[in-house]
């Protein structure tokens, strides 16, 4: 994707915290999004932030959003093996109601037993 | 169920061969899109839609066509298929009118389409 960066691969141990870092470009971005991808599957809304917010929980998941850096990530609490799958970061540029979606390469998250 | 169905679930094209990917949605979303996924390349935007009658290119379009005749089916075409278009296809739909407080613009993915061009 344009201007949207991951890292390809993060291995953690079961148990442990996953953190899954993005970097974006835009500073118009609106809404900026976590996908999940299971193997063989499309891909599914996990979480989303708006810009003008720093921080959302969502049981397991916290996501971060430092504007100034343009940094995002998301951290799985208590990972486990059906976490493991390929997670995509994703920012919404404006105009919010018909803008594209830019992903990023997608982190693939390996879950050790 | 509601959600974005994609068919077929995989394909094997000759080079040359034109076929059509299909897709359709039952959440009456307005915008619809394709992607095409490779690795290590994630998700690059080939053509959207922002209602019926309205089209545009993404960052990928060439060798593609699409049209969008009704709010429900966003089809895409491929005129004459070619090994650099082997790829998993990923058709996409949102509303442009987020529903309800903290109604956000997230998009609802079909499984995808394998393709593969020998």
């Known amino acids: 994707g344009e201007d949207v960066e991951q890292s390809l691969f993060l291995s953690v141990r079961e148990g442990d915290s996953s953190v899954i870092n993005c970097t974006y470009t835009?500073?118009?971005?609106?809404?900026l999004y976590w996908y999940k991808q299971e193997p063989g599957a499309g891909l599914q809304l996990l979480t989303y932030i708006f810009s003008n917010m720093d921080m959302k929980q969502d049981q397991r998941l916290t996501v971060l959003l430092n504007k100034k850096d343009k940094h995002l990530s998301l951290r799985i609490a208590d990972t486990q093996t059906g976490d493991s799958a390929i997670y995509f970061c994703?920012?919404?540029?404006?105009?919010?109601?018909?803008?594209?979606?830019?992903f990023g390469q997608g982190t693939t998250l390996q879950v050790k037993p | 169920n509601a959600g974005v169905t994609q068919t077929p679930k995989f394909q094997v094209l000759k080079t040359g061969q034109s076929m059509t990917l299909q897709c359709a949605q039952d959440?009456?979303?307005?915008?619809m899109s394709w992607y095409r996924q490779d690795p290590g390349m994630g998700l690059r935007l080939i053509h959207y839609s922002v209602g019926a009658g309205i089209t545009d290119q993404g960052e990928v379009p060439n060798g593609y066509n699409v049209s969008r005749s009704t709010t429900e089916d966003f089809p895409l075409r491929l005129l004459s298929a070619a090994p650099s278009q082997t790829s998993v296809y990923f058709c996409?739909?949102?509303?442009?009118?987020?529903?309800?407080?903290?109604?956000?613009?997230?998009?609802?993915f079909g499984s995808g389409t394998r393709l593969t061009v020998v």
């Open positions: 994703a920012e919404k540029r404006k105009p919010s109601n018909t803008g594209k979606l830019i």
């Open positions: 835009d500073s118009s971005s609106t809404y």
């Open positions: 959440m009456n979303h307005e915008y």
């Open positions: 996409a739909s949102r509303t442009i009118t987020p529903q309800g407080k903290g109604g956000n613009y997230g998009y609802t």
